[in-house]
Nanobody, 118 residues
């Protein structure tokens, strides 16, 4: 089993930028793919971006405009860069990954709060 820990959240002014990190610890044959999600108050959790250890990325809808996912495979860490932040980006941001032994299992981090406000 692996554990995911997010960091980098906080209070940001509109128009600002933030980089979130998610690091995995524990044992697995592989950890792939990874993803970032967010959940705003009163709303469903939504996918922001996914990335594979091979570097392939996937962004639904308009997320690619201001969000960039990347990863450091050796450090077992994924990053989410958020630019030109807006108040509607306020949410808890979660990291997700699938870790595999004989089968693959999803796991989530505890989330990091991001608040965009002046």
């Amino acid at each position: 089993q692996i554990q995911l820990v997010e960091s980098g959240g906080g209070l940001v002014q509109p128009g600002g930028s933030l980089r979130l990190s998610c690091v995995a610890s524990g044992n697995a044959v592989s950890i792939n793919p990874w993803g970032w999600y967010r959940q705003a108050p009163g709303k469903q959790r939504e996918l922001i971006a996914r990335i594979t250890t091979g570097g392939s990325t996937d962004y639904p809808g308009s997320m690619k405009d201001r969000f960039t996912i990347s990863m450091d495979v050796a450090r077992r860490t994924t990053y989410l860069q958020i630019n030109n932040m807006r108040p509607e980006d306020t949410a808890v941001y979660y990291c997700n990954a699938f870790y595999c032994f004989d089968e693959c299992y999803p796991t989530w981090g505890q989330g990091t709060q991001v608040t965009v406000s002046s």
